[in-house]
């Protein structure tokens, strides 16, 4: 049988390549080439062979059969805390549930606190002949990383990434939207903005980075005692370290870039109740727009993180890692994108003199 030549790099004319032009340069049917490519029972082994090297020669993605595999989804401690306390982690799943189902897919959950959990979930992985593949939600620890790479089973990584680059990951593009919501606040007039953030994820750090890019950049002064670490993502510790800086410095900003959108409710609070006003005394902007952004008072101006992309672009990475095609590890950013409220407004010039509080005022609001 002569097989027609597909257009593409060869070609005069570069298209995408279509399951209708392989079955066309083949002469076989669109089910009987969906069906060869899918390695399905009903195709003689020459008909396959010819459609499988004619897709490999025009460098068509050749869709991978899952379903009805299982998929282990180990959840590091953290990830079961904001799953808790916050809306994060939730929405990162509906996007998987939703995708697995649409791929016929099971995922099973794991939770993993330590080395020992995750060496079980690693072995589960490896005696399940169902078990095409794991996911790794929110997992930083460079031990756990390590007893992963060298798998025989693909690992993808969500809401955290590889520093070494030897395992695929999914991530928010942190460093980018962090730079986009700090210039919105330079945009706005503000040259003193204080960052707000837990210390200790990659992730997160790639936010402090982002900021502190978008100061640089725009010859702002770099001021690393404007940057103010929490030890945990609740709004009230939040609102504690934003009033006490303010008892202690008077306010020394215009502006604060919160790393998490519960941290900014926690700002908001903190500068409320030392006696200042959102927007008219102090911008807040948050990072997450989780839905509850929209009906703080006043609403929260926040960078958007796509998190159920999360989940499903995560499980579909996976996928591609059992197309039994040789690729190297990828690192997947998502796109963010700026929403703007009610708690961001023009910096208005107010001398130092003016924001400064003496040391009675100070009490009487610490109180």
Same mark, same amino acid.
């Given at each position: ?22 079955? *066309? ?12 490519? #899918? ?7 020459? =008909? ?6 004619? @897709? ?11 379903? *009805? ?8 401690? #953290? ?77 993808? %990584? ?43 994820? /990659? ?13 640089? !950049? ?6 690393? *005692? ?16 934003? @009033?006490? /800086? ?10 604060? %870039?919160?790393? *998490? ?43 958007? =993180? ?15 890692? %059992? ?7 990828? /690192?997947?950013?998502?796109?963010? !994108? ?15 003199? +003016?924001?400064?509080?003496?040391? +009675?005022?100070?009490?009487?609001? #610490?109180?």
């Amino acid at each position: 049988m002569t097989v027609k030549p597909l257009p593409g790099k060869r070609g005069k004319k570069s298209k995408r390549v279509r399951l209708e032009d392989i079955a *066309g340069a083949c002469g076989v049917s669109l089910s009987t080439a969906s069906r060869a490519l #899918a390695g399905e029972k009903g195709v003689r082994p020459e =008909i396959r062979q010819q459609v499988l090297e004619v @897709a490999k020669n025009a460098n068509y993605v050749i869709p991978t059969a899952v379903a *009805g595999q299982k998929v282990i989804l180990a959840a590091s401690s #953290a990830a079961m805390i904001d799953y808790v306390r916050n809306q994060f982690t939730l929405y990162v799943l509906e996007g998987l549930k939703d995708r697995a189902q649409a791929l016929g897919l099971e995922i099973i959950t794991r939770p993993i606190a330590g080395r020992h959990e995750e060496l079980a979930v690693l072995k589960e992985a490896l005696d399940d002949p169902q078990v095409a593949g794991l996911l790794f939600l929110t997992v930083d620890d460079e031990g756990m990383l390590a007893a992963t790479r060298g798998f025989h089973k693909p690992v993808v %990584l969500l809401n955290s990434d590889d520093p070494f680059m030897r395992l695929s990951s999914v991530t928010p593009c942190n460093r980018s939207s962090a730079r986009l919501a700090a210039d919105h606040l330079i945009d706005l007039g503000h040259e003193r903005i204080l960052f707000l953030m837990r210390p200790g994820r /990659r992730t997160i750090e790639r936010r402090y980075e982002g900021w502190k890019d978008a100061l640089l !950049h725009r010859g702002l002064p770099f001021d690393e *005692g404007l940057m103010v670490p929490v030890e945990d993502w609740l709004p009230e510790l939040a609102a504690q370290a934003v @009033a006490s /800086r303010i008892a202690a410095r008077g306010l020394d900003f215009t502006a604060i %870039l919160a790393a *998490g959108d519960s941290l900014a409710v926690g700002a908001m609070m903190g500068v409320q109740q030392s006696g200042f006003t959102v927007p008219g005394d102090v911008s807040v902007m948050g990072m997450d727009d989780l839905p509850q952004a929209a009906f703080l008072n006043p609403p929260l101006t926040t960078m958007h =993180i796509p998190m159920r992309e999360i989940g499903s672009v995560a499980l579909d990475l996976l996928r591609d890692n %059992l197309s039994n095609l040789p690729m190297p590890p990828r /690192r997947v950013e998502l796109a963010c !994108h700026l929403v703007e409220r009610a708690s961001t407004a023009r910096c208005r010039p107010v001398s130092i003199h +003016q924001i400064s509080m003496d040391s +009675q005022d100070r009490e009487s609001f #610490a109180h």
